[in-house]
């Protein structure tokens, strides 16, 4: 995974790295901004709505599952509507940090064929662009598109990273969890720890298509911060160095109004506890 950052700062010193962001990639188009991403205390993340979202809906923050406040769900094991009082840093299009979000509740969280975070805020969406002009980030809901320009936007770290979609991963295993149909990046955008969570934006478009969270660091095979992809067939291949993300398209049919979960709408195919 691309570890939460204290766990990224541990593992750099002890290889006697230098414990900083890898060095700047291009430039991202002039359309993708820091607006509405947040930081969290180890990890990035974005306030994000559906296509179908009203401003008065409460609004949601998304982030990885392995960036929870509680630590890393087993394999098989899903959150919903867990209380959480967790806090975020709401930043501005330049990076700046203007508000703190509070959460009310973890509406959905899993490391189970995705690796996804989606807190409720206690505050709406119409409530965050009146307060502060910020408006959420949009979640596309078709499958994204190989050779897509994407930008990953890490509110912890304030730094974007700009590749294209490479393609996808049938599966793609980590340790004990396992993805499926991950979306895997060209080589420029080279994250590291605390990008967590970050939401993949379609540079084109500015609309959300994938959130951030792993990275092959070391060449090892299906371990911990070394996953593998592994094909329809089983065949293994491991890529040192290349990064990846979740896609989010599926997320927006799980949700109905108000920003309710319904596990059980047409569509939905997340995994239920």
Avoid at 35 to 58: H, K, M, W, Y
Avoid at 154 to 162: A, D, H, L, P, Q
Avoid at 240 to 248: F, L, M, P, S, V
Wanted: with cysteine.
């Amino acid at each position: 995974m691309n570890k939460p950052l204290v766990a990224a700062l541990a593992s750099l010193l002890i290889s006697g790295a230098v414990a900083a962001p890898a060095a700047a990639t291009p430039a991202a188009a002039q359309a993708v901004t820091f607006a509405g991403t947040v930081s969290l205390s180890n990890c990035s993340g974005s306030v994000i709505r559906f296509p179908a979202s009203e401003d008065d809906d409460p609004a949601l923050v998304m982030s990885n599952g392995h960036c929870l406040e509680s630590g890393f769900p087993a394999p098989g094991e899903v959150v919903v509507d867990r209380p959480s009082s967790r806090t975020f840093g709401l930043l501005n299009s330049s990076g700046t940090r203007v508000a703190t979000l509070r959460a009310s509740k973890i509406a959905y969280a899993t490391m189970t064929d995705t690796d996804v975070s989606l807190y409720q805020l206690t505050t709406t969406y119409a409530q965050i662009r009146s307060a502060y002009g910020i408006s959420a980030l949009t979640l596309n809901d078709t499958h994204p598109l190989a050779g897509t320009a994407i930008t990953v936007v890490s509110g912890y770290w304030k730094r974007t990273y700009s590749c294209t979609v490479d393609g996808f991963v049938y599966r793609l295993k980590e340790g004990d969890w396992t993805w499926k149909d991950s979306v895997r990046y060209t080589s420029g955008c080279d994250t590291v720890g605390g990008t967590s969570g970050s939401p993949v934006l379609d540079t084109a478009t500015g609309r959300v298509v994938a959130v951030n969270n792993t990275g092959n660091e070391d060449g090892g095979r299906c371990t911990v911060n070394n996953p593998c992809e592994v094909d329809a067939n089983g065949a293994v291949t491991v890529r040192q160095g290349i990064n990846y993300a979740q896609e989010t398209y599926q997320i927006p049919a799980c949700f109905g109004l108000d920003s309710k979960l319904d596990l059980s709408r047409s569509g939905c195919v997340l995994p239920k506890p």
